[in-house]
């Protein structure tokens, strides 16, 4: 089948929804490329008009005109929750990447380009190389001459986006130290909730912080951990840049890796769980079902598989949180695009915040609008996540927070690295970390790891 072929299918299965669409426009106000540039062409229903101009052959799927406008969508599906129409974006923006994707491979493009798809072909898919790429960012995060030239502004002498580059990666680090900080005191009761964490690439390899955060918060809160092993990138990063082959490969092996886990809950009333702490990662294994719908052999074990998956902050808003400590700080909330549009999760971040007395929270103008940062849309296209990143950076300011929590780790890089060089007084940090940090304030953790609370090994 044809690349052309494949989008033409993917409109098709959209037939429905698409003939529903009455071309209101509602899409076009929360579109922040239509926002920017005010072009037709730059909003979702003129992507979708381009679209369909290729999948009926009256627009060549190699023309800069339909290329250049996919490229710059963020893919934030900020129009799906405006259509009324329900018209599923996300989707086709990825079967429309692809087709964009087989005509690249056929002509040069520049190195930056270059460069990003063979991290993604070879390095993502790949655990010994991933794990030495972490093991490399990790170690200029912590070097005190990366360190040095950042605090001093030496870096943009160099190069600004080499300032940028390394600003996000500075934007990783922990904002609290978790070395005092280990399991749980005196929990509510016999550990009732089984549940594990998907680990992801990015959290594991700059996050660890954030997921060990995630699990202490989760042993706090009555849940057996399961530790499952053979877990690899989620292929989110994949599917958004038109890699949808990888993206399903990758998919499988998350499923396999799973599958016992899954398999081993013995009450119906209580099924394991499958949590995230990373929202661009939780929104496609949500949809690992619509991923693989077409393959025989996983198409029912992947859509079983994303019913098991909750978000960290999902998960705990369904029942009572146990309370921390008073922590006395003005804080605000930036909603990720694929927490709040993707996966409809809207209210339960501000849930975890009543639960740590204490906090001013201010609300932040369109904390539900892109940052810019889009997987790795801050790196493929600076120029417009810039104008974005300066938006959001000037709203946060006006809050006068001086905590943003977040929910994604590429939205706090991008975040972090925003603050950083506004040189405003704010710091960034995954909420579940405000959490752990208040936990931690009212004694519920010991120093000493305690095996009887560790992941328990499926």
Same mark, same amino acid.
């Not at 929990?187 to 990015?202: E, I, N």
């Given at each position: ?30 579109? &922040?490329?239509?926002? =920017? ?23 060549? $799927? ?76 990790? $170690? ?74 995630? %699990? ?68 496609? %294994? ?49 909603? &990720? *695009? ?11 971040? =501000? ?16 904390? =539900?609008? *892109? ?42 890089? =991008? ?44």
């Amino acid at each position: 089948m044809s690349k052309e072929s494949l989008l033409h299918s993917a409109l098709n299965a959209e037939t429905d929804k698409l003939l529903g669409c009455i071309h209101c426009g509602l899409c076009l106000p929360a579109c &922040p490329t239509y926002l =920017q540039l005010g072009n037709e062409n730059d909003s979702p229903r003129g992507r979708i008009y381009l679209m369909r101009a290729v999948a009926e052959g009256r627009l060549a $799927a190699n023309s800069e005109r339909f290329s250049r406008h996919i490229d710059l969508c963020l893919g934030c599906r900020a129009c799906e929750t405006a259509c009324p129409a329900g018209v599923r974006y996300g989707f086709l923006l990825e079967a429309a990447r692809e087709t964009v994707l087989a005509h690249e491979a056929k002509k040069s493009t520049g190195l930056q380009k270059k460069m990003l798809a063979f991290g993604l072909r070879h390095i993502f898919p790949n655990p010994k190389r991933l794990r030495m790429a972490f093991r490399v960012m990790r $170690a200029l995060r912590n070097s005190w001459v990366i360190n040095f030239a950042l605090t001093y502004r030496l870096m943009r002498l160099v190069s600004s986006k080499a300032d940028f580059a390394l600003s996000l990666l500075m934007s990783s680090k922990p904002i609290w130290s978790d070395n005092s900080r280990s399991m749980i005191h005196g929990d509510k009761g016999g550990k009732t909730r089984p549940v594990a964490l998907f680990s992801g690439c990015v959290m594991d390899g700059l996050f660890t912080h954030a997921n060990d955060a995630t %699990l202490r918060v989760l042993a706090a809160n009555d849940c057996r951990l399961g530790d499952v092993h053979g877990q690899t990138c989620c292929g989110a990063l994949h599917a958004h840049a038109g890699e949808i082959d990888l993206a399903r490969l990758l998919a499988r092996r998350n499923i396999n890796a799973f599958e016992h886990y899954l398999n081993s809950g013995t009450d119906p009333q209580n099924p394991p769980v499958i949590i995230i702490n990373a929202a661009g990662c939780g929104a496609l %294994l949500k949809e690992y079902g619509e991923l693989l719908k077409d393959d025989p052999h996983y198409s029912e074990r992947a859509r079983q598989f994303s019913e098991h998956v909750r978000d960290i902050t999902e998960f705990l808003a369904q029942s009572e949180i146990r309370r921390g400590a008073e922590i006395k700080e003005r804080v605000t909330f930036d909603a &990720p *695009c694929h927490l709040y549009h993707a996966q409809r999760v809207m209210t339960a971040p =501000q849930r975890l915040l009543d639960a740590i007395p204490g906090l001013e929270y201010i609300p932040l103008e369109g904390m =539900q609008d *892109c940052c810019g940062g889009a997987g790795i849309y801050n790196l493929s296209e600076p120029e417009m996540s810039e104008r974005l990143l300066s938006d959001k950076i000037s709203k946060i300011k006006a809050t006068g927070a001086n905590i943003l929590l977040t929910a994604n780790p590429g939205c706090q890089m =991008q975040l972090g690295a925003g603050a950083r060089i506004s040189q405003i007084d704010c710091r960034v940090a995954h909420i579940v970390e405000l959490l752990d940090e208040s936990y931690r304030r009212a004694g519920y953790y010991s120093p000493t790891k305690s095996t009887s609370e560790a992941p328990h090994p499926i």
